[in-house]
């Protein structure tokens, strides 16, 4: 079953603007992380981030957590045509101690030259 | 630093018959896990190994096996292949312990027919 899902379910946008993704989860974690899938290829590491942060940057990335919400965002800033791809947030695995995740359905995001 | 790699990339196999999927971990990463993903979805946990040993399984029959070997890398095998076992199939090495990320290869592509 889906731990997270993540919304809108496709998003098409114009290069320069930015781009928001939204995760819903269900249960009390420790950590949520973002990855990035191009073309149904290997996963890319985007971002952790913990349960006790509420922001972080990296790069032209911020993403937000609010675990009363249980939710998650995932902000690209000025985005490129290269950003093209599929976003996925991904949550530890309830009742595992180890690093295994469930992950949403992905956003599937379109950035038009 | 080599990333995970994972061998085969692309397998046509035919119902029935058995597959064996290969993966290399990241060096240092003693802990493989493996992941399903058919079109249109995010990935599905398979299995996880750690050490050698199972510390994981996700929803999937018996046809599906795996193991670890003293290198640290690893085999997923499917028996029996169904049409729908058609996906890719996608390989994660971590550092042990929860709260840290995972880092993909590039998956091997099978296809069932």
């Known amino acids: 079953s889906q731990q997270g899902e993540e919304d809108p379910q496709a998003l098409s946008i114009q290069e320069g603007e930015n781009a928001t993704m939204n995760c819903s989860y269900k249960?009390?974690?420790?950590?949520l992380q973002w990855y990035r899938q191009n073309s149904g290829r290997g996963l890319v590491h985007l971002i952790l981030?913990?349960?006790?942060?509420r922001e972080k940057h990296s790069g032209r990335l911020r993403v937000t957590l609010d675990t009363s919400k249980k939710s998650s965002s995932l902000l690209i800033t000025a985005s490129r045509a290269a950003d093209t791809a599929s976003y996925f947030c991904?949550?530890?695995?309830?009742?595992?101690?180890?690093?295994?995740?469930?992950f949403g359905k992905g956003t599937m995001l379109l950035v038009s030259p | 630093d080599a990333g995970v790699t994972q061998s085969p990339t692309h397998l046509i196999k035919t119902r029935g018959q058995h597959v064996t999927l290969r993966c290399s971990p990241i060096?240092?990463?003693?802990?493989v896990s493996w992941y399903q993903q058919v079109l249109g979805q995010g990935p599905q946990f398979i299995f996880q190994?750690?050490?050698?040993?199972?510390?994981g399984r996700g929803n999937f029959p018996d046809r599906f096996s795996a193991r670890q070997f003293p290198n640290y890398s690893s085999e997923l095998n499917v028996n029996a292949l169904l049409l729908g076992d058609s996906a890719l199939y996608l390989c994660?090495?971590?550092?042990?312990?929860?709260?840290?990320?995972?880092?993909f290869g590039q998956g091997t592509r099978l296809t069932v027919v």
């Open positions: 994660a090495s971590s550092l042990v312990g929860s709260g840290t990320e995972a880092f």
């Open positions: 249960t009390s974690i420790n950590n």
């Open positions: 981030i913990r349960s006790n942060e």
């Open positions: 991904a949550t530890p695995r309830p009742g595992t101690g180890y690093s295994t995740l469930t």
């Open positions: 060096s240092g990463h003693k802990s």
């Open positions: 190994y750690y050490e050698k040993e199972e510390r």
